[in-house]
């Protein structure tokens, strides 16, 4: 029996039980497989989730799981990671459940940097309570919750996670095997807290918003796969290229052969390209968008914490206080 | 004694140094800092008055007084409002370069109450404090404003010559404390020793007596001046230190709670961490995981907050996972009354959860108590693997005693159950809830242990094997199994004891949390039976049995008749409630009186 462990080596036991069809499978399938090529271990793997769909995540994996509350997971696995730095912590949230109730943990989970990887399945709608248009959904989402279509303007999970001070940002679409396994690799190599939304198709109340981008027939022109240091060319022929508009401020689609000089390349290490990248409509930007690696926050706690969270004293020699005396 | 005064004259300070003095010479004594809940509030009004209460003497003492006999008021506003609280005969310190016209008026005093008839019943001594404070520093070259600030160490110096008092501790706490600025330093020495020679010396002698309190009758040992706060702080390290696990303490600033935070990040060498969390859910989430990776996790709060943790309390339930949660409660509803002291949240303990979500709950006596307490707590969440609730308020946070000094080597360790070292033919799922007999806890396994790799939440477990279980008799058995466990902690605790008088009678008076002191106080003054609870879910198993041994029960309470309620539901016994809800504590007096009132008038 080889030491290297498989894909399978990381499914549970569990049935599992998401709609046929959804792309909760396909994500799994990735996330196991990333998990064998990077060579994590059952034991120290950790997989946190708070309530929604892919909250079910952590029942399908053979490692640690725990199934917390709604919106809550960073918060749990912030503590965890504090009580054990050494766990690998994933953390597998959805639009509502991390953009909604839980946006706040996720904003301080980000600024922090505390080192966990955390998948956002982006749908744009509630799945498990029944189709209600999420924090993501566009304007006009008719939903039982909106039948006449929603009014609010959705929140971008990219711009959300930069603002917040996010140290690592990138994209993946569900189906994308090859995209997604990229991404999945470098978010687990990244010491702190890494985002990554995964775009996720609900066949059962949202199908196909995605689409205009996802399908295969048309992924050439529709999607930009980034990689560091490389020009940014998509199209069937890599013939089209961005290049920054700097009258507006803003990324172009140009013919790459006629001006090849004004194609951009791509510097993860830019905060201000990885905003533009994250509002390019079409085509849209993926891959890992954004990544400036610092010291992760339980690496500082344990840094500043004396004794690095040992015990070196005993309650006796605190418990006199400043000042005591004997009565006889 | 009460000294009061602006929250900008440093009367917290002033008393707590008083306090310290008082049990260096080896009075007891009890204390309560009164203070607005405005950091600076306007200076010179009625609200903005922050004021520090001391009670001294010889006999055990248990509450901060009902009257004080001595008052020293910085300001028109601070004699005001504490007039009313006075015996008549009291002695009364003014400051008088504070009795400006424009003071006055802030203070509502038409005349000047000085020479009115208004303070005719008292002892007035009015003294020029801030003009000869200034005056005996005048050399250090200090601002106005700077110089000032010294003078509450100026009254201080009146004061240890009225109690007769040393003056080194003090100096050499000053000393201490301002190691880093020697000219503000000095010049609070020099402020000290001339309000002392003040008194020894000024023509104003003759009408300031010497007082001198009996040395108090305390059993022989080491003692210390200690908050409920700080006792609560050591309390958890050292449970951390019996169970010999780290403690990982997260939470939210919220008044009264921050007091236990502060205190706890300067025990860090005691394997203590402390995460400032961005929220309340956040925090009692970041213990809960801190508990699931094996340290021992804490959060604390108040009223609001705790309200704000309810649904991870029942996560910690279901995932069975150990967590100390402690209330530092203050008066409700919503924001209510953030800095006055209440014991409104005794429902909200015991019954306030979405499901049958049965949690122990404690609550702590008195200051010391806290140290007690804390460590209970802990034990009972490991032993049982639940979380647990510790009751205490902001009277308790913030009020000093004299505290004998525990020996840490007698208190029992606390173990968890041993995690199994084979896991032969149980799956690791069935093996992580696997439960021992007599507590009902189950092995404490944290991710990182090889070969018991296991999945948890807060979706229903199959009772067996420890997977997701929707089905509806697995459901009911366990919600039998979470109520038994908490159950099974009556088991382990002790007897309820009788705190004084009688084993039987007409009357007994049952009390939790921190009236413990002034019904103590009432119980001895009128020779009532007392029974206090330490211990309020579960009740101590012969709870019923002792108080089925009198006529009648008193339940005195900070709130609308919780705990009375709590022992009519649990017990079926129909106590008669006694409630308060004035953001105060008891005053003895007024327990007295209603002890009288139910003993048919007579004091036995």
Same mark, same amino acid.
């Given at each position: 029996?080889?030491?290297?462990? #498989?894909?399978?080596?990381?499914?549970?036991? /569990?049935?599992?039980?998401?709609?046929?069809?959804?792309?909760?499978?396909?994500?799994?399938?990735?996330?196991?497989?990333?998990?064998?090529?990077?060579?994590?271990?059952?034991?120290?793997?950790?997989?946190?989730?708070?309530?929604?769909?892919?909250?079910?995540?952590?029942?399908?994996?053979?490692?640690?799981?725990?199934? #917390?509350?709604?919106?809550?997971?960073?918060?749990?696995?912030?503590?965890?990671?504090?009580?054990?730095?050494?766990?690998?912590?994933?953390?597998?949230?959805?639009?509502?459940?991390?953009?909604?109730?839980?946006?706040?943990?996720?904003?301080?989970?980000?600024?922090?940097?505390?080192?966990?990887?955390?998948?956002?399945?982006?749908?744009?709608?509630?799945?498990?309570?029944?189709?209600?248009?999420?924090?993501?959904?566009?304007?006009?989402?008719?939903?039982?919750?909106?039948?006449?279509?929603?009014?609010?303007?959705?929140?971008?999970?990219?711009?959300?996670?930069?603002?917040?001070?996010?140290?690592?940002?990138?994209?993946?679409?569900?189906?994308?095997?090859?995209?997604?396994?990229?991404?999945?690799? /470098?978010?687990?190599?990244?010491?702190?807290?890494?985002?990554?939304?995964?775009?996720?198709?609900?066949?059962?109340?949202?199908?196909?918003?995605?689409?205009?981008?996802?399908?295969?027939?048309?992924?050439?022109?529709?999607?930009?796969?980034?990689?560091?240091?490389?020009?940014?060319?998509?199209?069937?022929?890599?013939?089209?290229?961005?290049?920054?508009?700097?009258?507006?401020? #803003?990324?172009?689609?140009?013919?790459?052969?006629?001006?090849?000089?004004?194609?951009?390349?791509?510097?993860?290490?830019?905060?201000?390209?990885?905003?533009?990248?994250?509002?390019?409509?079409?085509?849209?930007?993926?891959?890992?968008?954004?990544?400036?690696?610092?010291?992760?926050?339980?690496?500082?706690?344990?840094?500043?914490?004396? #004794?690095?969270?040992?015990?070196?004293?005993?309650?006796?020699?605190?418990?006199?206080?400043?000042?005591?005396?004997?009565?006889? | 004694?009460?000294?009061?005064?602006?929250?900008?004259?440093?009367?917290?300070?002033?008393?707590?140094?008083?306090?310290?003095?008082?049990?260096?010479?080896?009075?007891?004594?009890?204390?309560?800092? *009164?203070?607005?809940?405005?950091?600076?509030?306007?200076?010179?009004?009625?609200?903005?008055?922050?004021?520090?209460?001391?009670?001294?003497?010889?006999?055990?003492?248990?509450?901060?007084?009902?009257?004080?006999?001595?008052?020293?008021?910085?300001?028109?506003?601070?004699?005001?409002?504490?007039?009313?609280?006075?015996?008549?005969?009291?002695?009364?310190?003014?400051?008088?370069?504070?009795?400006?016209?424009?003071?006055?008026?802030?203070?509502?005093?038409?005349?000047?109450?000085?020479?009115?008839?208004?303070?005719?019943?008292?002892?007035?001594?009015?003294?020029?404090?801030?003009?000869?404070?200034?005056?005996?520093?005048?050399?250090?070259?200090?601002?106005?404003?700077?110089?000032?600030?010294?003078?509450?160490?100026?009254?201080?110096?009146?004061?240890?010559?009225?109690?007769?008092?040393?003056?080194?501790?003090?100096?050499?706490?000053?000393?201490?404390?301002?190691?880093?600025?020697?000219?503000?330093?000095?010049?609070?020495?020099?402020?000290?020793?001339?309000?002392?020679?003040?008194?020894?010396?000024?023509?104003?002698?003759?009408?300031?007596?010497?007082?001198?309190?009996?040395?108090?009758?305390?059993?022989?040992?080491?003692?210390?001046?200690?908050?409920?706060?700080?006792?609560?702080?050591?309390?958890?390290?050292?449970?951390?230190?019996?169970?010999?696990?780290?403690?990982?303490?997260?939470?939210?600033?919220?008044?009264?709670?921050?007091?236990?935070?502060?205190?706890?990040?300067?025990?860090?060498?005691?394997?203590?961490?402390?995460?400032?969390?961005?929220?309340?859910?956040?925090?009692?989430?970041?213990?809960?995981?801190?508990?699931?990776?094996?340290?021992?996790?804490?959060?604390?709060?108040?009223?609001?907050?705790?309200?704000?943790?309810?649904?991870?309390?029942?996560?910690?339930?279901?995932?069975?996972?150990?967590?100390?949660?402690?209330?530092?409660?203050?008066?409700?509803?919503?924001?209510?009354?953030?800095?006055?002291?209440?014991?409104?949240?005794?429902?909200?303990?015991?019954?306030?959860?979405?499901?049958?979500?049965?949690?122990?709950?404690?609550?702590?006596?008195?200051?010391?108590?806290?140290?007690?307490?804390?460590?209970?707590?802990? &034990?009972?969440?490991?032993?049982?693997?639940?979380?647990?609730?510790?009751?205490?308020?902001?009277? $308790?946070?913030?009020?000093?005693?004299?505290?004998?000094?525990?020996?840490?080597?007698?208190?029992?360790?606390?173990?968890?159950?041993?995690?199994?070292?084979?896991?032969?033919?149980?799956?690791?799922?069935?093996?992580?809830?696997? &439960?021992?007999?007599?507590?009902?806890?189950?092995?404490?396994?944290?991710?990182?242990?090889?070969?018991?790799?296991?999945?948890?939440?807060?979706?229903?477990?199959?009772?067996?094997?420890?997977?997701?279980?929707?089905?509806?008799?697995?459901?009911?058995?366990?919600?039998?199994? &979470?109520?038994?466990?908490?159950?099974?902690?009556?088991?382990?605790?002790?007897?309820?004891?009788?705190?004084?008088?009688?084993?039987?009678?007409?009357?007994?008076?049952?009390?939790?949390?921190?009236?413990?002191?002034?019904?103590?106080?009432?119980?001895?003054?009128?020779?009532?039976?007392?029974?206090? $609870?330490?211990?309020?879910?579960?009740?101590?198993?012969?709870?019923?049995?002792?108080?089925?041994?009198? *006529?009648?029960?008193?339940?005195?309470?900070?709130?609308?008749?919780?705990?009375?309620?709590?022992?009519?539901?649990?017990?079926?016994?129909?106590?008669?409630?006694?409630?308060?809800?004035?953001?105060?504590?008891?005053?003895?007096?007024?327990?007295?009186?209603?002890?009288?009132?139910?003993?048919?008038?007579?004091?036995?």
């Amino acid at each position: 029996m080889s030491d290297k462990l #498989t894909a399978k080596d990381f499914a549970s036991s /569990q049935e599992v039980r998401w709609c046929p069809g959804c792309g909760d499978y396909a994500i799994l399938k990735s996330v196991t497989k990333a998990l064998a090529e990077v060579g994590a271990k059952p034991e120290s793997t950790v997989f946190v989730s708070g309530i929604g769909c892919a909250a079910r995540f952590p029942y399908y994996i053979n490692s640690y799981g725990f199934h #917390t509350i709604h919106g809550r997971a960073p918060a749990v696995a912030t503590g965890l990671k504090l009580a054990n730095p050494e766990l690998d912590v994933w953390v597998v949230t959805g639009d509502g459940d991390g953009l909604s109730i839980g946006g706040n943990h996720l904003l301080h989970t980000l600024r922090r940097n505390v080192g966990m990887k955390i998948l956002l399945f982006n749908n744009e709608i509630y799945g498990l309570t029944k189709g209600q248009y999420s924090p993501t959904s566009r304007i006009g989402t008719t939903s039982p919750s909106s039948p006449s279509g929603s009014v609010d303007t959705p929140v971008s999970p990219g711009q959300f996670a930069l603002g917040a001070g996010a140290r690592f940002f990138a994209r993946a679409i569900d189906t994308d095997k090859a995209g997604l396994g990229e991404v999945l690799q /470098q978010a687990h190599a990244f010491g702190g807290a890494s985002f990554t939304e995964i775009f996720q198709n609900c066949i059962v109340y949202n199908e196909d918003v995605f689409a205009p981008f996802t399908e295969r027939k048309n992924a050439a022109q529709t999607q930009l796969h980034l990689r560091h240091g490389e020009p940014m060319l998509f199209g069937t022929n890599k013939d089209h290229g961005i290049r920054f508009n700097s009258d507006s401020y #803003t990324l172009e689609v140009i013919d790459a052969a006629a001006s090849p000089d004004d194609v951009l390349v791509h510097d993860e290490g830019n905060a201000v390209l990885a905003r533009l990248l994250i509002d390019m409509h079409m085509p849209v930007a993926l891959g890992v968008i954004y990544k400036q690696p610092a010291q992760s926050f339980e690496d500082a706690f344990y840094a500043h914490h004396p #004794t690095r969270m040992q015990r070196t004293k005993s309650v006796a020699d605190f418990i006199k206080g400043p000042s005591s005396w004997v009565v006889d | 004694m009460r000294f009061a005064g602006d929250s900008g004259d440093g009367i917290q300070l002033l008393g707590s140094q008083f306090a310290v003095s008082t049990a260096l010479a080896g009075r007891d004594f009890a204390t309560f800092p *009164d203070y607005p809940a405005e950091i600076r509030a306007p200076t010179g009004t009625t609200f903005g008055v922050s004021a520090y209460q001391i009670n001294l003497g010889g006999d055990p003492i248990t509450t901060a007084g009902d009257a004080p006999d001595v008052l020293v008021a910085f300001n028109p506003a601070a004699l005001k409002v504490s007039l009313p609280m006075l015996k008549p005969g009291s002695l009364i310190l003014v400051n008088n370069d504070s009795f400006t016209e424009r003071n006055l008026t802030k203070a509502g005093y038409a005349e000047d109450p000085r020479v009115s008839n208004a303070l005719d019943d008292f002892q007035l001594v009015a003294a020029d404090i801030g003009h000869l404070n200034l005056e005996a520093i005048k050399a250090f070259g200090l601002s106005k404003s700077e110089g000032g600030r010294c003078k509450n160490f100026w009254a201080l110096g009146l004061l240890l010559w009225m109690f007769d008092r040393e003056l080194a501790p003090i100096e050499a706490w000053i000393t201490r404390r301002m190691a880093g600025q020697p000219t503000m330093r000095d010049a609070n020495v020099t402020a000290l020793r001339a309000g002392h020679a003040f008194g020894e010396t000024a023509e104003l002698a003759a009408s300031l007596p010497q007082l001198s309190v009996e040395k108090a009758d305390m059993t022989s040992g080491e003692y210390r001046s200690i908050t409920g706060a700080e006792a609560l702080a050591l309390g958890i390290a050292a449970a951390g230190e019996l169970a010999d696990r780290s403690v990982m303490f997260c939470s939210y600033p919220i008044t009264p709670s921050s007091p236990l935070l502060h205190r706890l990040t300067r025990l860090q060498e005691l394997g203590v961490g402390t995460y400032q969390a961005e929220d309340e859910i956040a925090a009692i989430c970041a213990a809960i995981g801190a508990s699931y990776g094996g340290m021992i996790g804490v959060t604390s709060s108040s009223g609001p907050g705790i309200a704000l943790k309810t649904e991870a309390m029942g996560l910690a339930v279901i995932a069975e996972l150990p967590l100390v949660i402690v209330n530092w409660q203050r008066g409700g509803p919503s924001t209510g009354l953030p800095t006055k002291t209440e014991q409104s949240d005794l429902y909200q303990a015991v019954y306030g959860r979405n499901g049958d979500t049965p949690i122990p709950v404690l609550a702590a006596a008195s200051s010391e108590d806290c140290f007690v307490m804390a460590i209970e707590a802990v &034990r009972i969440a490991l032993r049982h693997m639940t979380p647990v609730i510790l009751l205490a308020d902001g009277y $308790l946070s913030n009020a000093a005693e004299p505290w004998k000094i525990p020996d840490i080597d007698s208190i029992p360790t606390i173990d968890s159950h041993a995690v199994p070292e084979e896991a032969g033919d149980v799956t690791p799922q069935r093996l992580a809830f696997q &439960r021992e007999a007599e507590s009902l806890g189950r092995p404490w396994i944290a991710p990182g242990m090889p070969d018991l790799v296991h999945r948890t939440g807060g979706l229903e477990k199959d009772l067996d094997s420890g997977h997701i279980s929707y089905d509806p008799d697995n459901h009911q058995r366990m919600t039998d199994l &979470r109520q038994a466990k908490v159950d099974a902690v009556a088991d382990f605790i002790p007897e309820q004891v009788i705190e004084h008088g009688d084993a039987s009678g007409d009357l007994v008076v049952v009390g939790w949390g921190s009236t413990y002191g002034p019904i103590y106080q009432a119980a001895r003054m009128t020779g009532t039976s007392f029974v206090h $609870l330490r211990h309020i879910n579960p009740l101590p198993r012969n709870l019923a049995e002792l108080l089925g041994r009198f *006529d009648k029960i008193l339940v005195p309470e900070m709130n609308n008749g919780q705990l009375t309620t709590l022992l009519r539901d649990r017990l079926g016994v129909s106590p008669i409630a006694f409630n308060k809800v004035a953001g105060q504590p008891f005053q003895i007096a007024e327990l007295v009186a209603r002890i009288e009132i139910e003993s048919g008038g007579k004091t036995p």
